[in-house]
């Protein structure tokens, strides 16, 4: 089998209102937790995850697991809010963690005891005959982080830090000397001296409010505005840090690890975290995301990763074809550029950080056509992603169903995307919840969808699927009048038994196509004999 990885955004999963007297009142642009409410760990439940399993997925991706700054004030188990000036939404960004060895307190029952709950849940999530994969943060941490929860002997991120020096190979931070922290917006009094340099590279006391602001760069030896020197011998204090967090969710049960921002990262430091890690948990998984192709290889055979984004080659191109703004050919070009190492790519037609299928900035842009069909012209996408090769695939939660992602939420506005920086009631992501539950019926329309999503996973598990070889129809249909080029994409997996042929519709209408064979396939594929094709 190869991994089919659901992503689930736990703030989301399940959330139909902080209480049962607010299950039907609208969501309050920037709401608190009471106002809008939040998931929990315990709507994940045997039901629904044996559901997920049963529907075809291998993996399940719970975002948002680590604890991590917010606005909400839990000061009661030492956790106070967040200073508003370096929080992004009421709830705030998962992507900044405030304590490395615990989960976010919103998504407990009861937050003092929200470790416990975790560990219940990976119990339930193995049961299911599911895997766990978590976000590994390791290019920056919240302005405010520091573990209340760290194992005892464990040193804090930044406690022993020089901070009179810009750079030090065992600081964990990159420190701007003599300056105070003085955005180039309202601070609200927020103090912190000296300035530390922000996750996105702004080696700055002033960052804009288009930088990651709210959290602070984390040093891996590697001198910046030192010309870009490396100082990885002998190996700095953060690459320590860093490994023993892995070791520590491993520890948990956690299966794998989908390293946010992974680029950012020395490939020396993968390289060796990877290696200690897999020591002892030998079968854990490690996804990087990364955009930048000339790096890729480095980080499957140096750093050591199982997998990576396909985004640049394969999602880029297949967004312009289910747009209309490019040519079903042009597929072609995106699987040959990572030939070599396409069973180390992820494919995936979404996820948090990009646009829904059906928001109008994608698949939904009335500029198409008809709206409603917008899921649909991403399914076709979604068979190319699917069936290309012995990749692995993703799903991100609500895409079966058409969720749009078309509320403007709060910090987050009205970008088609669903929010990860604020708390939020999302409709389908609750009807998900309570269908994979046994509680929700679909209505006709989202059922069809998630129908067809879930016959994909299927085929997609199969062993010509998952092992056998791709041959690209596209060159022998260049002269063919009756194949459209532009909206048509056709494609065979085989292996010696069988031949699969896929021929995928870009457009928003019925076609009948002729395919032209050759020859050269049938010696190339080496199948069984075949005596009669018909798409």
Not at 314 to 322: E, M
Not at 393 to 416: A, H, R, T
């Amino acid at each position: 089998m190869k991994p089919i990885i659901y992503q689930i955004f736990t703030r989301y999963f399940g959330n139909s209102g902080y209480s049962k007297d607010n299950m039907s009142k609208p969501n309050v642009p920037n709401g608190t937790l009471l106002e809008n409410g939040v998931g929990k760990f315990s709507n994940l439940t045997d039901k629904v995850l044996k559901s997920i399993s049963d529907f075809g997925y291998t993996h399940v991706w719970l975002t948002g697991v680590i604890d991590h700054a917010t606005s909400t004030d839990y000061s009661e188990i030492g956790l106070p809010a967040t200073h508003p000036a370096v929080v992004k939404g009421k709830a705030g960004s998962p992507y900044a963690i405030r304590d490395y060895y615990n989960v976010a307190p919103d998504l407990a029952d009861n937050p003092s005891s929200r470790l416990e709950e975790f560990k219940l849940l990976v119990e339930r999530i193995h049961k299911a005959g599911l895997k766990l994969i978590i976000d590994f943060v390791p290019n920056h941490v919240a302005r405010n982080y520091h573990s209340i929860s760290a194992p005892e002997g464990v040193e804090d991120l930044g406690a022993k830090d020089r901070t009179g020096w810009h750079f030090y190979i065992h600081n964990n931070f990159y420190y701007c000397v003599g300056e105070s922290f003085s955005p180039q917006f309202d601070r609200m009094g927020y103090i912190e001296y000296p300035a530390r340099a922000t996750g996105n590279d702004c080696f700055t006391a002033h960052p804009t409010k288009n930088d990651w602001y709210e959290t602070v760069k984390l040093n891996y030896g590697v001198d910046y505005c030192g010309g870009g020197v490396t100082h990885f011998n002998p190996h700095p204090n953060t690459w320590h840090k860093m490994k023993d967090i892995l070791l520590y969710w491993a520890s948990l049960g956690v299966d794998g690890f989908r390293c946010d921002m992974a680029e950012m990262v020395p490939v020396e430091f993968w390289n060796w975290a990877i290696r200690h890690v897999k020591k002892e948990y030998p079968n854990l998984i490690f996804i990087a995301e990364i955009y930048k192709p000339n790096m890729y290889r480095d980080f499957i055979s140096h750093g050591g990763f199982d997998y990576l984004y396909d985004k640049v080659s394969l999602y880029d191109t297949l967004r312009s074809v289910v747009e209309h703004k490019g040519p079903a050919e042009s597929l072609t070009y995106a699987w040959q550029a990572v030939q070599d190492i396409k069973k180390h790519m992820l494919n995936f037609l979404e996820n948090h950080d990009e646009q829904r299928i059906a928001s109008t900035y994608f698949a939904g842009n009335p500029a198409l056509g008809d709206t409603n069909i917008a899921p649909y012209r991403g399914y076709a996408g979604m068979v190319v992603a699917a069936l290309i090769s012995q990749a692995p695939l993703m799903v991100y939660c609500g895409q079966e169903i058409g969720e749009k992602g078309m509320d403007s939420e709060g910090f987050s506005g009205f970008d088609g995307r669903t929010t990860i920086f604020d708390y939020w009631k999302v409709e389908t992501i609750c009807e998900m919840q309570s269908y994979f539950n046994g509680k929700k019926i679909l209505n006709n329309y989202q059922q069809a969808i998630c129908d067809k999503y879930r016959k994909l996973l299927q085929i997609a598990q199969m062993p010509i699927s998952t092992d056998g070889e791709m041959y690209d129809l596209i060159w022998l249909n260049q002269r063919n009048p009756q194949f459209d080029l532009f909206h048509t994409y056709a494609f065979i997996r085989h292996t010696e038994k069988q031949i699969l042929l896929i021929v995928v519709n870009f457009s928003d209408n019925g076609i009948t196509t002729g395919i032209a064979l050759s020859k050269h396939l049938f010696d190339t594929i080496q199948t069984a004999e075949v005596k009669d094709i018909e798409a």
